[in-house]
């Protein structure tokens, strides 16, 4: 059975910084691009970073110059930093695998980020 587990969420206070990691120890990582979504209460998911199996990356407005997402082929994991933290930034954070060219998606099981004083 596949699992993402995501670690390093928790409770920080606005302009504060997080370091999110996603491990998928059984998965051939390197074939896989590999993204990070959120859900805030009421919203749907959303796509806060993602980096290919080449190394490109891609992240919205909201949070282009913040965030940071990064991966290490060799430890099968992919990491989000997390600076500069609103309070707008409170969701489940959310790890996805998607190998795209055989259509297979694994997603993780969601850590909380809570950005508050």
């Known amino acids: 059975q596949v699992q993402l587990v995501e670690s390093g969420g928790g409770l920080v206070q606005p302009g504060g910084s997080l370091n999110l990691s996603c491990a998928a120890p059984r998965i051939t990582f390197s074939n896989y691009d590999m993204g990070w979504y959120r859900q805030a209460p009421g919203k749907q998911r959303e796509l806060v970073a993602a980096i290919t199996r080449g190394g490109n990356t891609n992240y919205p407005d909201s949070v282009k110059g913040r965030f940071t997402i990064s991966r290490d082929n060799a430890k099968n994991t992919v990491y989000l930093q997390m600076n500069s933290l609103k309070p707008e930034d409170t969701a489940v954070y959310y790890c996805?695998?998607?190998?795209?060219?055989?259509?297979?998606?694994?997603w993780g099981q969601g850590t909380q980020v809570t950005v508050s004083s």
């Open positions: 996805n695998a998607e190998w795209v060219s055989i259509k297979v998606s694994y």
